[in-house]
């Protein structure tokens, strides 16, 4: 039986993003390690209810459906299907209350590409989706200075 997770990238508009420092207990994935915030899909659960579901039931967050960004799916580990969201929040910062876990971190996007912070280890699987969200910015941002580029000027006497 193949078990679907979702993990939410939330970025904090104009100040970082956000990850989970996981609970130190032997019996959950990825203990004493920071991640993405998320878990796993129910049975026969839409995975966007099951971000908007978990991002409740760990920080309090209550988001509607709209503002979560489906960006892609992930067969990162053996049997795990890991889907992707993203959402930008602003003034529920504030009002984030932890769960689940044992810390929030707010961490610039240098610091996320790091494989500790704080003496702590990034998930690996986080770590690599992490890593890619990031290219694939980079990539867009440069795609359209290329484009910019590109563009016909007008003819300037």
């Not at 100040?15 to 203990?31: V, Y």
Request: aromatic share 8%.
């Amino acid at each position: 039986m193949r078990a679907d997770i979702v993990v939410v990238l939330i970025e904090v508009s104009g100040q970082g993003w956000l990850l989970q420092l996981r609970d130190n207990k032997s019996t959950i994935s990825d203990p004493n390690m920071w991640a993405l915030f998320g878990g796993h899909v129910e049975l026969g659960e839409d995975v966007k209810f099951a971000a908007v579901r978990e991002l409740r039931e760990e920080l309090l967050l209550s988001l509607p459906t709209q503002r979560l960004t489906y960006v892609r799916s992930f067969q990162l580990e053996s049997g795990k299907q890991h889907h992707l969201f993203h959402c930008m929040i602003n003034d529920e910062v504030e009002s984030l209350e932890l769960k689940e876990g044992q810390a929030i971190g707010l961490f610039s996007e240098d610091e996320m590409r790091l494989v500790t912070i704080d003496n702590k280890r990034v998930s690996p699987t986080h770590s690599e989706i992490i890593g890619w969200w990031f290219s694939r910015q980079q990539n867009r941002l440069a795609s359209s200075r290329f484009a910019n580029d590109r563009s016909p000027k007008a003819d300037v006497p």
